[in-house]
């Protein structure tokens, strides 16, 4: 096994450029898909960096889970139809409505449609839905960048000692989140 030293990794790592554009744009796709519409234009404003959907779109996306998390099927159906989608994820939804017959929908038959895992679920489809109509992706760029990260680790691990990031979530100033030889 090769023994990579924590200053040499670090030296290494600091000789690859990233071009500052390109890490606006997967700061910019990250809050498209995560639905932080606000926080994308105030962003777009400040870094310059193209938005490849309006604003209100984004807004409208996280309109409709809201009220499909809420319960609100009804409501999430008016938004969806409001955002002129393809009608092929309504189906669970439609399905979900049937619940508006029952006055009281925790002790109807269909009671099974409304528990909190399905309505996450059912949220998630909807949002992966209204992404694929509008032609963005179904998760940040960023998620599928650290999968990867943590997969080329794995593969380096086989071969060399050098130092890990472990904890991407969590890495602070003091430690960067850094594992292995000095």
């Known amino acids: 096994m090769h023994l990579i030293t924590r200053k040499a990794w670090e030296n290494k790592l600091n000789r690859v450029k990233i071009r500052k554009e390109d890490m606006n744009k997967l700061v910019m796709d990250f809050l498209v898909i995560e639905g932080y519409a606000e926080a994308a234009e105030i962003f777009r404003m400040e870094s310059g960096t193209d938005l490849v959907i309006d604003p209100a779109t984004v807004a409208a996306r996280m309109a ?94 086989k071969t060399a000692v050098y130092p890990r990031i472990n904890i991407l979530l969590s890495a602070d100033s003091k430690t960067r989140g850094w594992t292995g030889e000095e």
């Open 64 to 157: 409709v889970k809201r009220a499909v998390l809420c319960g609100n099927i009804e409501e999430a159906i008016d938004k969806i139809i409001g955002l002129n989608l393809d009608e092929s994820f309504l189906e669970e939804i439609e399905r979900t409505v049937s619940l508006l017959a029952f006055v009281d929908v925790w002790n109807c038959p269909e009671r099974r449609l409304m528990d909190e895992s399905r309505l996450l679920k059912l949220a998630s489809d909807v949002n992966v839905a209204i992404l694929s109509y509008q032609n963005l992706g179904e998760e940040p760029r960023l998620d599928g960048l650290l999968r990867m990260l943590i997969c080329a680790q794995f593969k380096l691990g």
